[in-house]
């Protein structure tokens, strides 16, 4: 059990909603990052000399050698989102040092944001978009077979990943008449399968040659970098589209963007990227590929709820209490 701090130095490596910034000041010895701008390896090293808890996020690489450099004063690592490949959990634990996240807030935006993409890309809403903000296209009418997409309705959804937000995604789908299958580690509980007349597939190859829109919500961990390969993309059935509102490494970006040049894939719709923030010129310059700059979960509630759980798990381990959302290493 963690001995109580009364005043915690914590360390905040990115702006975050006034709200949770108030809040971390009356509570904590908050260190806040006004300026929002990304702190450099130096200064998250300088950081976890000194605090108690770091808050990072998805932009920070807290890596073995940065874990090295803490001082013994730093107890936790409080991430500020969900996923915690940005962490070096195994080094952490080896330090003594507990690692939170957010699980569960982030879940129906996310879901939102891939529906919104899974719809986007068959029927070419960005591209059409687009086409009347440009000055040079002005638009003449409609015409009968002027910008056809496809339909979704009737169409096979395979979702790598059937976790929360991986369920969420499919009770949507499921409403706009897609038909639910998927890949997981484990098989979701029949009740789950049930209400969403969902598949299972065991086999992940087997499933991908068999779906017309492909979405990717699980993870990123050693065990899910690249799990689309080189090899598996190319088991697509050309007239698929792929979906990635879950972490850009689970990807091989570079063989997505080239199959879908060559037409080989139909087309993507992606909030994340391998190499954030930088993305493969290919994506970028298909019109068959929508791009978001990772905002799946940016929406003003979520990031106060986001907030919310940093401090509930801060302050629950200040009082002496193990906090509610640490992740461990084989959680995943
Ligand atoms: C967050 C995310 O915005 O929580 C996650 O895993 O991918 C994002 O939605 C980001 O991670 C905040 O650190």
Not at 154 to 162: A, D, E, F, T
Not at 265 to 286: M, Q, R
Not at 293 to 316: C, F, L, Q, W, Y
Request: hydrophobic content about 45%.
């Amino acid at each position: 059990m963690p001995t109580p701090l009364k005043k915690p130095l914590v360390i905040v490596t990115r702006k975050l909603p006034e709200v949770v910034e108030t809040r971390m000041r009356e509570l904590f010895d908050a260190r806040l990052n006004i300026d929002d701008r990304p702190m450099r390896q130096a200064d998250l090293a300088e950081a976890v000399r000194t605090a108690h808890v770091l808050v990072p996020t998805v932009t920070d690489r807290i890596d073995r050698a940065l874990i090295a450099q803490a001082g013994p004063e730093l107890k936790l690592i409080a991430n500020f989102g969900n996923g915690v490949d940005n962490i070096d959990l195994d080094t952490a634990r080896e330090r003594g040092i507990i690692v939170t996240n957010t699980p569960g807030v982030l879940t129906e935006d996310t879901a939102d944001m891939t529906m919104a993409l899974i719809l986007a890309v068959p029927r070419r809403l960005a591209e059409g978009a687009a086409l009347l903000k440009d000055p040079r296209n002005a638009w003449v009418g409609w015409s009968p077979t002027w910008m056809l997409g496809h339909r979704i309705f009737g169409k096979r959804l395979g979702i790598i990943g059937m976790g929360r937000i991986g369920q969420a995604v499919a009770r949507r789908a499921k409403a706009f008449g897609l038909q639910i299958h998927y890949h997981n580690r484990r098989r979701v509980p029949e009740a789950v399968e049930h209400e969403l007349e969902a598949t299972y597939w065991e086999s992940l190859d087997q499933m991908l040659a068999r779906m017309d829109i492909v979405s990717v919500n699980c993870p990123h961990t050693p065990a899910t970098y690249h799990l689309l390969s080189a090899r598996r993309l190319k088991l697509l059935k050309p007239t698929a589209y792929v979906v990635n509102t879950a972490r850009g490494e689970v990807i091989d970006e570079n063989e997505l963007a080239r199959l879908v040049e060559a037409g080989q894939i139909t087309g993507a719709g992606l909030d994340v990227f391998e190499h954030e923030p930088a993305i493969n010129p290919k994506l970028l310059a298909s019109d068959r590929v929508v791009v978001l700059p990772h905002m799946g979960s940016a929406t003003v509630e979520g990031r106060i709820d986001m907030g919310e759980k940093v401090i509930i798990n801060i302050k629950t381990f200040a009082d002496g209490h193990k906090p509610p959302d640490r992740v461990l290493a084989t959680m995943f």
